[in-house]
């Protein structure tokens, strides 16, 4: 299975979803976006898959978004992807795509549902939450 994500190794959330990828035993692609960047394309296929728009992508915190005056419900769509494209942090992460969908996997454990197989547990993430118990199993 080909499995992309767009990841953010100074986020914790993006480090445990990356775990979980390789956990699973998957090789994923990994798109630092910081160093990357974005292009409008990607950004508008990538937000179409997961069904979201750059209001509901945009990341609020631990970013410029109120410096740049983006929290103003009166921003318009359009505005938010060019910020996003100078301002590739204001993306939320991170955003990962696999055959079975794309999705903004935040809380980290939302990328399960996008695995073909769940990594052998236990597993927790970087906080210490069990994700994967011992047998296996997911732990909601």
Known sequence: MSIVIHHNPDCGTSRNVLAIIQAS?????????????WTRPQLL???AAAGLTPRTALRTTKSPAQDLGLLDPTVSDEALLSAMLD???LVNRPIVCTPKGVRLCRPSEAVLDLLERLPP????????TLLIDSKGRRVD
């Open 25 to 37: 035993g998957e090789t994923p692609v990994v798109i630092e976006y910081l160093k990357t960047g």
């Open 45 to 47: 296929g990538l937000f």
């Open 87 to 89: 301002h590739p942090v």
């Open 121 to 128: 547990g236990p597993m927790n993430k970087e906080d210490g």
